[in-house]
């Protein structure tokens, strides 16, 4: 026995080291969520009948369920390749010979040291229409006389939110771009170079495909997150107006925690996991052949 | 013989064992949830008179949740599991028949004597706002309401009486900013934001015109015409400049720092308002304030919101009798009194605002005791966070002027009428 | 660091340092925005036109900030959560990333979909029954209430980073290493770790990041004072109907520093030239 330990085949090696991770997935994630679809079946209040499928109609019945739907999904389609785009021009400027790095690199972070929570109540203030700084700044430069009230109108207040996201999720995406340009020999720029490569060559056949897993990587993680968007819309419009910014997860929580109608709030959650996983369905498969 | 003299003595060292454990029961802890804004050090100090009387019983503090939001976030939490811990919390007005509904509150009739108790000098507002289902689900422990704040110095100065309607209102506010000429006064301050205060401001100006949002047996009772008119009355006012703009972006906060500079002529907000005009160190309105009751629309009456806290009884706790006991305690006159005298919290009895000894300290209270008397209380019903959440975004979107009046309010209408029946 | 970006374009120093500005301004521009508020009084943030620099500064929010709350306690107890949470999460998410980045298994892009999937749920639904677990452990209002979670919340981020990065090393080295008489595990540790270590600090400045600022398993699981974390502290100096800004943002302040700080130190690390010769071109 002990000697299998000390040299494991790659069976039992394989199950010692996934077994913390299934492990604390199981007690926290798959309890929580087998909870979840139950409630979604079952009614929550003294009788616990089953339900089937009453929660799932009223949810597809529901028009604030579609309005959510399509927000969430426009917000995921502005803020993922914005974001993408923002944070690899963010990543190969970080990148560059300056003398001192530690600034550029510090402000490339710092966005992602404010807490999520804070950071919508910071742009929400901002974009106010009488103390914030947008409005002081287009009006000193002359680009409008009366202050924009940014945030109740339904386009632009999306606008904002929209913004306030892409600020802050550029350097989340920075991040993992920057150390996945890190791993990239400088002997293939080299070569390229001598072979009379330009600039805008070698991007796009050294850098981009050297950087492909990170980008997948981010991609990833910034769909999923933004399917999940809850704390900016949340903190700058409460929704508003109206619910012209309201996404899924707000949703979510308002029948969780406002209305404490848990049954509705989990079938809302289980059509959210849903899209999740279609959305980000062909990425996994993308990385799953990159294991190989 | 000597099983027998086992026996008994085993028999009284377990009677003696009994004794010793029912003595050692009789120390009850009792936990009691308190937003950090309701003044917590008030209350420990009413808890320790209370374990002064009571010696057995200790009260601890749970400060969780720094607005309505985040506590409804941990109680939601904390009670959906079904938790023990805490026997106490003290609740938002409008939360009683929300709470009781799922289960999570504990009626009191056997705590506190049935609803007849509260016919008793308290405020009648709460005969409405705790029975629910003819069974007493909360008791009160502070009062509040909204008032109508203005600039005292102001009216005196362009020889202005008090408003008794709306429209006096707009008409005074206009002719003091003319007068003053200055760009940054605003005639009326409300809350337009989709916080809970915007329920409010949908609600003022119609029951201003004596009407009624539901009946005794929670059902709808919306006047349609009516409450289109409530709201085109602020509109007017936006349209005449007397309300700001982007009144849709006030929160009460805004409201209440904004007056304080002096940028403000009339304002309506909540009761504690009127000690940081009066007292706080940046405040350039001190001795400037008058309170007045809310004007009605023309051919109305007066009428205004029911606030304040509560004190309810978590329907898991496992020390009922004597969480029950300290709820009488609590929500006594003596309690109401000290709390008044102490913190400048409105009471929940009638004849405490007019207390000498209260009024030494807080001498508007006298001015207060007709508006909190007009007061009345939101609709009582299961489903009261979603009424809220339509009612308030709703408007909120019509002062943004993204939705009319009446496309508005015929989703109120609608969606509030499918859940108020 | 890419050759091909020292030439053209970006030799112009004009050039490069309008790009400094942009990323600069955008980074620091709120934060300083929220140091000069701190330094505000509250009165203030009422004139109009907005002030930007603060007109009569003033260091009395950080004294209240400081003394309205115990601060101290709030960062003592988010230092030490994040620390474990995020060493725990490297360690499991290591041990994970590298049974799929490089053992055989079948289920492997199984494995790892599960993995991302377990984030695909908002954690406000998974909130209740999380909590009831806490209690029924004994462990609500403790650092484990709230590190183990995290390393859950962490885990897919940190194992798909690991793993992409791990695949990204050839397998020779481990194969010299093992023929050398490592075993796997020893070869895990002493040469793949260290090579995919800008990997390893990303994956840890994530996890460290994503676990100072979660709030909603923080209110709800550790409301006592004692072990209360800063983004819940953060929240409670704001009334029923007040929103001291000021003082916030003083709050605000002592909450980013440690964070930037760590940031600081890091990206040497991160983004430094400790790969420069390691890979074989």
Known sequence: MLSKLRDPSEKTLAVMLLSPAFALLLAIVVYPIGKLIYNSLFAIDKDGAFLGLQNYVDVWQDPLFWNATQNTLLITLITVPGALIVGLALA????????????????????????????????????????????????????????????????????????????????????????????????????????????????????????????????????????????????????????????????????????????????????????????????????????A | MKKRQALKFTALALAAGLCAGSVWAQQTTLRVFVGPNQRPDLQQKLFQEYNKANPNVKVEIETGGATSELQRQYLSTVLNAKDSAIDLFLIDIVNPAQYSSKGWIEPLDKYVGGPAALRNDYLPVYQQANVIDGKVFAMPSQGDAMFMYYRKDLLAKYGVAEPKTWDELAAAAKKIMAGEGNANLQGLSIQGAPIEGAVCTFLLPYWGQGKQFNDAGGKLT?????????????????????????????????????????????????????????????????????????????????????????????????????????????????????????????????????????????????????????????????????????????????LARTKTPEAGVDEIAARVGRLMR | MSMAQQHGLWSSPMLRWIAAGIVVINGFFPAVWILFTSLKPESELVQKPITWWPHGPTLENYVRAFTDQPLLTYLKNSVLVASGATLLSLVVSAFAAYAIARLNLKYRQLILTCIVASSMFPLVTLLVPIFETMRALGWLNSYAALIFPYVVLNLPVCTLVLVSFFQSIPKDLENAAMIDGCTRMGALVRVVVPLAAPGVFTAGILAFVNSWDEFLLALSLNSSPAVRTLPVGIALYQGEFTFPWPIISAALIVSIVPIALLIAAFQERVVGGLTQGGLKG
């Open chain 1, 92 to 291: 190969l400027l970080a990148n560059l010979p300056f003398k001192r790095k530690w600034p550029v690199r510090l402000s490339l972070l710092l966005p992602w040291a404010l807490p999520l929570s804070f950071a919508g109540l910071i742009f929400a203030w901002f974009f106010h229409t009488e103390y914030g700084v947008v409005n002081d700044v287009l009006m000193r430069l002359g680009l409008q006389d009366e202050p924009t009230s940014w945030l109740l109108k339904p386009r632009w207040a999306f606008a904002a939110i929209c913004l306030t996201i892409i600020w802050k999720t550029a350097s989340f995406m920075a991040l993992i771009l920057l150390a996945g340009l890190q791993m990239i020999p400088r002997s293939l720029y080299e070569a390229a170079e001598v072979d009379g490569a330009n600039l805008w060559q070698q991007f796009w056949q050294i850098t981009i495909p050297m950087l492909m897993p990170s980008i997948v990587v981010a991609l990833i993680f910034r769909t999923i997150t933004a399917l999940q968007t809850f704390d900016i819309p949340y903190t700058m419009t409460k929704g508003g107006p109206g619910e012209a910014t309201e996404t899924l997860a707000m949703l979510i929580h308002k029948y969780t925690i406002d209305y404490s109608d848990i049954g509705f709030g989990s079938t809302l959650a289980v059509f959210m996991f849903v899209i999740s996983l279609v959305v980000t369905g062909f990425y996994l498969n993308h990385i799953g052949k990159n294991a």
């Open chain 2, 222 to 398: 919306l006047d349609k015409p009516a409450a289109v008119k409530g709201l085109n009355a602020w509109l007017g006012m936006v349209d005449q400049g007397v309300i700001k703009k982007n009144v849709a972006e006030v929160k009460t906060p805004d409201t209440v720092n904004e007056f304080k500079a002096g940028q403000v002529v009339f304002a309506i907000n909540w009761g504690f308002a009127f000690d940081r005009f009066k007292d706080d160190a940046d405040s350039k309105v001190k001795g400037q304030v008058g309170v007045m009751p809310l004007p009605a629309m023309a051919g109305g009456k007066s009428a205004t919101c029911m606030g304040g806290w509560q004190w309810a009884m978590n329907a898991y706790s496992t020390h009922k009798d004597e969480a029950g006991k300290l709820i009488k305690f609590l929500s006594s006159k003596q309690a109401s009194a000290f709390v008044a005298k102490e913190g400048s919290i409105l009471p929940v009895f009638q004849s405490v605002y007019a207390d000498p000894e209260v009024n030494k300290v807080v001498p508007w209270f006298k001015d207060a005791l007709p508006v909190v008397l007009a007061a009345q209380s939101r609709p009582m019903v299961n489903d009261y966070g979603q009424v809220s959440d339509i009612i308030r975004t709703t408007t909120s979107a019509i």
